[in-house]
């Protein structure tokens, strides 16, 4: 099936936008900076390139343009006669074969400039010749404009023509103007044609879709046509002419019993006579429209003739009214049966062999018989009961049984939308239908119930107040076992251990939020010797076995530092665990130390230099700004610092794809000497 | 699925926004100030084309208006002027115009005259020959420095042949060969394309002549019978001089006034 995509055109930008375009882009996509100093070659090259490029880009655009736009000869012949009628097809011929011509112009000229400019021999000679090139490239262009202009309005039309297929299932609705043959359509599709009480109202064809027999359907609305011959019609006309005339499809003929259109019976019946050549071979149907107005029978005898004359060509006449909707539906499926009929028989008759091959496609599976049980639908009483009501209904010719009445009826005879509220408490399914009207808070107690609702909530209390009677029975039991049990005795110790570890805490998450840097790896941390003994005779390490503790590592780093001799004789791991005690104790020491033993000291001082500027740093904090008089030099100070820390921050953001020269000298580019073509390679 | 006049379709039914008009309006109003704040930030060719386009609208726009004006404002009709017997004081109004007439005839002989021996491109630049030639070298060795390749545009007769390449001195490239000129006839005031059919003079030097040089201010001879002019005495012209009037090498085209 070829379905035409109109709307894939691309925009044809008119003659002036499409200089601008093109000049634009060869701005872009081409260097732009040449200097006379450069060889001639390569300021030849440079300009050639422009040349070439405006060339190729031109040639480029108006192919896409020419790809585009359909070829009248390839597409369905529904189309190109379409496409005919509406835009002329002299006329869009001559602007496509404009456009080609333009498109060879633009390249033997852009052959003839690059020749040229290959003898250029000045940098000033080169760029006048590719001025020339590109100034007569964008005349040519201009020159075009107003084939460009009227394939641009042909695009947009052609992008808002109805989808039609031309090969499936199709229902074609014509007839005079103002017959109902849009009212018609709107009744059975959901396209939205506009409906007027004067002729041509409908200016183009309209295309809708309805169902039928679990098939798509589409529906042509046409526009009007009058009785006059071929050569007279306009564009309005002939559009629907030519529907007619490619469509393979039912054709409904409309006619006005009521003759409220203009039109009497006599000129409609004219018109199908004199158009009847184009329904050859296709199933038709006679419609007579407004019946509610004026009834087939109420006619004068010589206008049901009329009418009974062309009914017996066509073999059917139905009447419809599309105000009391009465035989719409009848229409619809007449039509698409006549047409499933014919369309059938037509594959049918087309080749004997074709027969077979349908037949052979079609395929009835059924199920192998398990047993002899009958196993008949089932079709509830209500529903029997109900459909024997309306077959009576249809039998007795009343008037359909009141139906039943449908809220949004209901809305309408109530002053409709916004007047009138469906009450939807009405209809609530609930165990106790009194419970119907009940209001439900939303928030209770502060709380949403929404959250608290829970389907099995019932159940899960009663099994709650079950496990809590159970308990309430069962005598009082001893949880040591399985939680911490507090003696009395210790309630005290346990208060206290609480009220420390939720300080530890609390002076954590300030910690933490107070500094919100990088942490310090411990052991580059400043220690404070005196809360180190504070904390642990806090913790109940008493005074004496402190000072012992200290001493005595004071006594080992001293043996470390001056005895040489007997340091090495002790293992090696009781010296590294001095240098690390070492290490932990405070700053005052090594200036004890080195007072003491200068040479000795030094020894230790390698290490613990890290640990001193690390304090330092954190010192500098408050240090900072100590030497300034007051808040204003302070801000400035601060401000200065930050101005100065900019580039470096910004250096340490250098990432990996950030442009890097490893070397910026090397060596062997700036060592030796230069002669002739030596500058890069040595 | 829209199709159609959807668009137009759907104002008809539904209309438009309420503040529709409105906002129309003000977008229309504020134009000018959306213009100049692009005028201002454009720069470059942008800033150029746009400026250009700008002033020829404005001119556009105070020729209209001019004209509008005109219509209202009464002008001084020839006609109007009451013969018969004039009172004194509007003697001389006549005598005004037909002055004008005079000098103007006059102006427009002594044009004539001028025009008989005048060439539209009465001077022109002298070339030397480093402009006109390139030099080839040839030889084994590349050291025969005798050949010239012509820089400029030439006209080559249909039956020429090249001398052997070996023993060329003048090349002229096929890229810098032209058969046809646009030539615009001064009267008719139209340009048509037309064959060439000799160099006649070229203003430079003798040699540029025989050579078939085409620069600015060479005369030409043209193939004008397309134009079916015909002489004095009742024959078909042929050929006409006609003189070029740009830089056919700079322009990668020939233009040429015909002489008449
Ligand atoms: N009473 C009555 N009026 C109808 C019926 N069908 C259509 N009309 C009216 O007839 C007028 C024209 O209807 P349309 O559907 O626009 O007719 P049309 O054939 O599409 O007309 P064009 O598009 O101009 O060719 C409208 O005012 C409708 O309200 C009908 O069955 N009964
Ligand atoms: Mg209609």
């Known amino acids: ?373 009958q196993r008949a639908t089932f079709i509830p009483q209500s529903v029997t009961d109900r459909r024997n009501d309306v077959m009576d209904q249809a039998e007795d010719g009343a008037p359909s049984a009141p139906k039943r009445k449908t809220v949004k009826e209901i809305e309408d005879e109530n002053g409709g939308a916004g007047v009138y509220q469906h009450d939807m408490k009405k209809d609530y399914l609930l165990k106790n239908p009194d419970w119907k009207y009940d209001v439900i808070p939303e928030i209770f107690d502060g709380r949403n119930i929404a959250d608290f609702i829970d389907p099995e909530i019932e159940k899960l209390l009663d099994e709650l107040e079950k496990e809590e009677e159970v308990r309430l029975e069962e005598p009082e039991v001893n949880y040591a076992d399985d939680e911490i049990y507090i003696e009395e005795e210790d309630e005290d110790v346990y208060e206290k251990i609480m009220s420390k570890k939720s300080i530890y805490k609390q002076k954590q998450q300030l910690n933490r939020r107070a500094n919100n840097h990088t942490i310090l790896p411990r052991k580059n941390r400043p220690v404070d010797l005196d809360a180190i003994q504070k904390e642990l005779m806090d913790r109940g390490v008493d005074k004496e076995t402190l000072d012992r503790v200290r001493s005595r590592s004071m006594t080992r780093d001293a043996s470390v530092t001056t005895g040489r001799g007997r340091s090495l004789s002790t293992t090696g791991r009781s010296k590294s665990t001095s240098f690390e005690r070492a290490r932990s104790v405070s700053q005052q020491r090594v200036v004890e130390e080195r007072e003491a033993n200068p040479v000795s000291a030094k020894s230790v001082l390698g290490k613990r230099k890290r640990s001193l500027s690390t304090r330092n740093r954190s010192q500098s904090a408050t240090d900072k700004l100590s030497g300034l008089v007051d808040a204003k030099q302070q801000v400035a100070a601060i401000k200065l610092g930050h101005k100065k820390q900019r580039l470096l921050a910004l250096a340490a953001k250098r990432g990996e794809a950030d442009r890097k020269i490893p070397n910026e000298m090397p060596k062997h580019l700036f060592s030796g000497k230069r002669s002739i073509g030596k500058t890069d390679r040595r | 699925m829209p199709q159609n006049e959807h668009i137009e379709q759907h104002q008809r039914r539904h209309g438009h926004k309420p503040d529709h008009w409105e906002v129309q309006r003000k977008k229309e109003a504020r134009v000018h100030k959306n213009r100049s704040k692009m005028a201002q930030k454009l720069f470059g060719l942008k800033a150029k084309l746009y400026n250009k386009k700008r002033y020829t609208e404005k001119v556009q726009m105070k020729k209209t208006m001019k004209m509008h004006e005109q219509k209202n404002t009464e002008e001084k009709n020839d006609d109007a002027i009451p013969g018969g017997a004039v009172p004194v004081y509007l003697l001389d109004r006549e005598g005004m115009s037909r002055a004008k007439i005079l000098s103007n005839t006059i102006k427009q002989k002594r044009k004539e005259k001028a025009g008989k021996w005048a060439v539209p491109v009465p001077k022109v630049k002298a070339l030397t020959e480093d402009q006109m030639f390139t030099i080839v070298r040839s030889g084994k060795r590349k050291k025969k420095v005798w050949k010239r390749m012509i820089n400029k545009v030439s006209f080559v007769g249909e039956n020429f042949t090249r001398k052997p390449p070996k023993y060329e001195r003048f090349i002229r490239p096929m890229a810098l060969r032209f058969k046809k000129a646009h030539v615009t006839h001064p009267e008719l005031k139209a340009t048509f394309q037309l064959p060439i059919i000799g160099v006649k003079k070229n203003p430079q030097s003798h040699m540029y002549t025989t050579l078939g040089v085409i620069t600015k201010g060479s005369v030409i001879e043209v193939n004008v019978s397309d134009l079916g002019l015909v002489t004095p005495t009742g024959k078909v012209v042929w050929g006409k001089y006609a003189q070029v009037t740009n830089n056919p090498e700079l322009d990668g085209c020939i233009n040429a006034v015909l002489l008449v």
């Open chain 1, 1 to 373: 099936m070829v379905v035409y995509n109109f709307k894939k055109i691309r925009v044809v930008p008119p003659g002036k936008d499409f200089v601008d375009i093109i000049l634009s882009k060869t701005q872009r996509k081409t260097p732009t900076v040449v200097h006379p100093q450069y060889n001639i070659h390569r300021i030849r090259k440079f300009y050639m390139r422009k040349v070439k490029f405006t060339q190729t880009t031109i040639h480029e655009r108006m192919s896409a343009i020419l790809e585009d736009f359909p070829r009248l000869e390839d597409i369905h012949p529904f189309y190109s006669d379409l496409l005919n009628v509406l835009y002329d097809k002299d006329h869009y011929k001559l602007a496509l074969g404009q456009l080609n011509t333009a498109r060879n112009l633009v390249d033997a000229l852009g052959r003839d400039y690059v020749r040229l400019l290959k003898y250029g021999d000045s940098l000033f000679r080169c760029k006048q010749l590719k001025r020339a090139a590109l100034g007569r490239m964008a005349t040519i262009l201009k020159g075009n404009s107003s084939s460009l202009l009227y394939l641009e309005q042909v695009r947009q039309h052609l992008s808002r023509l109805p989808n039609i297929d031309p090969s499936t299932r199709t229902i074609i609705l014509t007839g005079f103007p103002n017959v109902g043959k849009s009212s018609f359509m709107n009744k059975v599709t959901r396209a939205e044609v506009d409906v007027q009480p004067y002729p041509f109202t409908t200016k183009s064809l309209f295309v809708g879709h309805t169902d039928y027999k679990c098939l798509k359907w589409q529906v042509i609305d046409s526009p009007g046509i009058l009785d006059h011959p071929l050569e007279d019609r306009n564009t309005i006309e002939m559009q629907s002419i030519t529907a007619l005339a490619h469509l393979r499809s039912c054709v409904l003929f409309l006619v006005d019993v009521s003759e409220h259109c203009g039109y009497s019976i006599k000129q409609q019946v004219d018109l199908f006579h004199n158009i009847k050549p184009l329904f050859s071979g296709k199933p038709i149907l006679l419609v007579l429209t407004k019946i509610d107005l004026v009834r087939f029978e109420e006619l004068t005898q010589e206008k049901k003739d009329l009418l009974q004359s062309v009914a017996d060509e066509v073999h059917d006449m139905m009447g419809l009214s599309n105000i009391t909707q009465e035989g719409v539906a009848n229409v619809k499926q007449a039509a698409c049966d006549k047409l499933l009929e014919h369309r059938v028989e037509i594959k049918m008759n087309k080749t004997g062999k074709s027969v077979e091959g349908i037949l052979s496609r079609i395929h009835l599976a059924q199920p192998e018989k398990r047993d002899h049980r």
